[in-house]
């Protein structure tokens, strides 16, 4: 029998902490207002595509970008109330990344089981560009810590 990593461990806190959505599930949850956070980096998002909508911000900027107090936050962080939906290339950073928002107050953050091939295999939109859609940057209206990442 094999034994349980730390890391194994750590996944699974972080999964018990958050609600995991299929991709269609995460799709119409997205139709009724929850907004989609894609943290892969360039390389992923220039190889596979991105997803219409979705909003990218990378995953060492994540945290600043979505609390509501943060100077870095992006303008759609209005409040620890708004729902995120957050996606990486297979679903184990994004689980990981959605548990450390919600640590930090965001009430409503979810992931995606599988990521961005499970969006993917569930014929799902993705997009192929010349160039994967920029990272969001800090609103210039953000106010709050001293957070800038």
Request: charge should be positive; hydrophobic fraction near 40%; aromatic fraction near 4%.
């Amino acid at each position: 029998m094999r034994r349980r990593s730390a890391l194994d461990r750590l996944l699974r806190r972080a999964r018990s902490r958050i609600t995991r959505l299929r991709p269609r599930a995460a799709s119409a949850a997205i139709e009724a207002g929850a907004r989609l956070v894609d943290i892969r980096p360039e390389f992923q998002r220039r190889a596979d595509g991105d997803i219409p909508g979705a909003i990218v911000i990378e995953r060492n900027h994540l945290e600043w970008r979505l609390h509501p107090a943060s100077s870095g936050r992006i303008r759609e962080a209005l409040d620890f109330n708004g729902r995120w939906i957050i996606i990486c290339d297979e679903g184990f950073s994004s689980s990981l990344a959605a548990a450390t928002l919600k640590a930090i107050g965001l009430r409503d953050v979810s992931d995606v089981a599988g990521g961005f091939r499970a969006w993917r295999a569930a014929h799902l939109p993705v997009v192929k560009r010349a160039r994967p859609a920029p990272p969001r940057l800090a609103s210039r209206t953000g106010r709050g810590s001293r957070g800038r990442a």
